[in-house]
């Protein structure tokens, strides 16, 4: 533990050096406020033992600016040293940022007191500290898992809501196209009747990864939408952008390959149709809810005209 102890007295100086020692605490001496301020800068001692009537800056100033070095959450306990003992002075110094004081002549026992005290203040703010960092993280691993699907580990339908809003804002302020693709895995109920719900979870499950290999961009959102629908968010993607993605989507489900003996027509493997809309938000009324309806649309044209394909709506550019 080291102590910064901040006295004109040469005497007083060593006198309390000596205590401190004797405590086995390190003693760092400054004989006036502006090489105390700096040795509090250098050294970050545990405590600090302050002289109140010095040359130059006092004991008052000294506090005030210790308390503005330090940062957000940090306290240093400050002892002001004093052989004033009015009411007045009392409240100054704490107002200034002192926590105790210490009458002159220091006496040894009273000195080990206090220090002991303020290093259970200590321990018990650095155990407070901890724990409040425990939970921040417990905290933000709870927000993060609010916003997960649980079972393929994508964002979850209210992470797409605040996202695809989120995004829609954003791109009527800068003016630029925002593209949505709407996927369903083709046949999934007669898959879940052929060949049981937990092979249906696995077959969302390689269906989720997939897409998100695909992809790529980290301002894109990959979601599960509800039951075997998925969503994708595409910033600035204008519909020669999105048709490629969507295309890519298809391409990489029938590389899985997966098993789908369950339907008469079809490949006999697993494919997902695809619906994607591209609009330029901006229009007075219109939100994020009508690009939702176009991809919808074109979800069911592509579902329409046979599935295992990629259906496309694109609104008219709208003035902000």
């Known amino acids: 533990m080291k102590a910064l102890v901040i006295e004109d007295s040469q005497t007083g100086l060593a006198l309390i050096g000596q205590h401190l020692e004797r405590m086995g605490i390190v003693p760092i001496e400054a004989t006036d406020g502006e090489s105390g301020v700096a040795a ?17 800056m006092d004991g008052y100033e000294v506090a005030r600016r210790i308390r503005a070095i330090e940062q957000s959450g940090e306290w240093t306990p400050i002892i002001f040293l004093t052989a004033r003992t009015a009411d007045a002075d009392l409240v100054q110094g704490i ?5 105790d004081y210490l009458f002159k002549p220091v006496s040894e026992v009273v000195l080990a007191a206090k220090v002991r005290a303020m290093q259970r203040i200590l321990q018990m703010r650095y155990s407070l500290v901890v724990l409040t960092r425990k939970l921040d993280t ?46 369903d895995v083709d046949y999934f109920k007669q898959y879940n009747d052929t060949y049981g719900h937990l092979a249906g979870d696995e077959c969302l499950k390689s269906v989720a990864g997939s897409l998100l290999a695909v992809s790529r961009r980290p301002s894109d959102l990959v979601a599960r939408y509800g039951g075997e629908e998925f969503a994708l968010v595409l910033p600035e ?19 899985l390959a997966i098993r789908h003996a369950g339907i008469a027509a079809g490949t006999g493997h697993v494919t997902i149709s695809v619906g994607v809309a591209t609009m330029m938000p901006g229009q007075e009324g219109a939100g994020p809810q009508s690009l939702i309806g176009e991809a919808d649309l074109a979800l069911y044209a592509a579902k329409s005209g046979g599935r295992d394909r990629v259906g496309f709506r694109q609104a008219e550019p709208v003035a902000g």
């Open 40 to 56: 509090f800068r250098e050294h970050n001692p545990d405590i600090v033992l302050l002289d109140v009537v010095m040359p130059g």
């Open 138 to 183: 417990a905290n933000q691993e709870l927000t993060r898992l609010t916003a997960l699907d649980g079972l393929t580990g994508l964002a979850n339908r209210r992470h797409f809501d605040e996202t695809i809003a989120r995004e829609w804002r954003r791109a009527a302020r800068y003016k630029r196209p925002l593209s949505l693709a709407l996927v």
């Open 237 to 255: 993607t204008d519909q020669a952008g999105a048709r490629r993605v969507a295309e890519s989507l298809c391409d990489a489900i029938r590389a």
């Open 95 to 99: 107002t200034a940022g002192g926590d």
